[in-house]
């Protein structure tokens, strides 16, 4: 009972980080847009690693197919490596200070956003341009900005 | 398990019809979700629109029924040439006559994806629009429709980096093929034999070959002809005629094809 009051929190959190690719940008400018949803589900993986993983990235993964148009599953394979990386250490990944999550953050997106291009590479689509890396350290400044939103919310409800 | 399921769904079940019917409403989620999203702004820009003083509104009807006026007297003048042209096919025994209905829209949304072209536009198939229809803009071609959910549909515009497009110079009839390069204002046109006849300035259009888009339609404009020593062929780069990253009101072109006699 207790699990299924507060989990609405994350699955919520995670539908608004999803929104957030629905705000228009100009054309030329969508490099520079912030992937506040990986970020969101890294997030809960790193706080509550029993509960959010494998799956749920495989789900958002979806999610962002779906609205971005592309091939279902094309994100989401990348982002269940990232969150099986991201399992594996998180005790570690928890002790390090501010700047060094921020750059595990960028690995992590870039070993996510590396298996995207090798499926788009498999599958004959375009790929993105190396200006797209812009995008990447965009989504790293962000990181500190949305663990200490989520912190809250998850402080404030009381989710575990 | 679940990295199988992505593989496979990539690789062996992209045209599934369940996986396109499920994209085909996300279209439509997509486009409401944007609608509520963008609700305020609308409301804000509407509100500043309503506070426009009245004779700027006066000027701005003024200006628009002349340029209606003109629009008007050549579309008299092309109708006369469509009469003409259908009569002179029928002479020519040419097999089908086809009629060109446009359907206005709206881009309401543009893909997130940086490395695609992509657009949703607010009519569906209940509209009439279709996968494979031909998108234009004020000026020229600027897409195609690559999936209709109900109500929207998503588009592709000609620089996507995975379009390509028959044209033809209008000046020489020469044909190649335009392909969209990823940049906005950009189009490619690579095997073309470096001693064909293409100059800067000259205007592309559709050569209607391949079927999909009609003939006739400007596309692009040749800004860059370079022909290097040694290479066999000419790397052409051209500009499209309609800003595609500029205005919001598109038409989706619907082609009826009709018997000579009915024309």
């Known amino acids: 009972m207790e699990r299924s009051r507060s989990s609405w929190v994350i699955y919520l959190s995670l539908g608004c980080a999803l929104l957030f690719m629905l705000i228009p940008f100009p054309l030329e400018w969508r490099i520079f847009r912030p992937d506040i949803a990986t970020l969101t589900l890294f997030y809960w993986v790193l706080a509550l690693p029993q509960r959010v993983g494998v799956t749920t990235a495989f789900v958002l993964g979806l999610g962002q197919d779906l609205i971005e148009g592309s091939p279902l599953g094309l994100s989401s394979l990348g982002l269940m490596v990232s969150v099986l990386v991201l399992l594996s250490n998180y005790q570690r990944i928890r002790q390090f200070d501010g700047v060094q999550q921020s750059l595990m953050m960028l690995v992590l997106l870039m070993l996510a956003s ?7 590479n498999g599958l004959g689509m375009p790929g993105l341009p190396w200006l797209g890396l812009v995008g990447l350290f965009c989504s790293t400044f962000c990181w500190l900005v949305v663990r200490e939103i989520l912190r809250l919310l998850r402080r404030y409800y009381e989710v575990t | 398990m679940l990295a199988l399921i992505c593989l496979l769904s990539l690789f062996f079940l992209r045209d599934h019809p369940r996986l396109v019917a499920v994209q085909q409403g996300a279209i439509d989620g997509v486009a409401f979700t944007t609608g509520v999203i963008l609700a305020p702004v609308e409301a804000w820009e509407r509100m500043v629109a309503a506070m426009d003083s ?12 002349q340029e209606n006026r003109v629009l008007k007297g050549q579309s008299q003048r092309l109708a006369a040439l469509l009469s003409e042209n259908a009569r ?23 893909s997130p994806d940086p490395s695609r072209h992509i657009v949703v536009i607010d009519k569906g198939v209940l509209d009439g629009v279709k996968e494979g229809q031909p998108m234009l803009g004020e000026e020229g071609l600027m897409g195609q429709i690559i999936l209709s959910g109900e109500r929207n549909s998503r588009a592709v515009l000609i620089t996507d980096s995975a379009h390509a497009l028959p044209v033809q110079v209008n000046r020489s009839g020469l044909r190649a093929i335009a392909e969209g390069s990823g940049v906005i204002d950009r189009l490619l046109i690579r095997h073309l034999p470096a001693k064909s006849d293409i100059r800067v300035g000259d205007l592309l259009v559709t050569s209607g070959l391949g079927g999909r888009f009609p003939n006739g339609y400007p596309v692009a404009r040749v800004t860059e002809v370079v022909i290097s020593d040694g290479e066999a062929f000419a790397l052409v780069t051209a500009e499209p005629i309609s800003a595609l990253d500029r205005g919001r009101y598109v038409l989706v072109l619907q082609r009826t094809v009709g018997s000579g006699a009915e024309s």
């Open chain 2, 54 to 65: 009245r004779t700027d509104l006066q000027e701005e009807v003024l200006r628009l029924q």
């Open chain 1, 114 to 120: 590396g298996a995207e291009q090798w499926l788009r």
């Open chain 2, 88 to 110: 002179y096919k029928a002479l020519l025994r040419s097999a089908q006559l086809i009629d060109d209905e446009l359907i206005a829209a709206q881009i309401i949304a543009v």
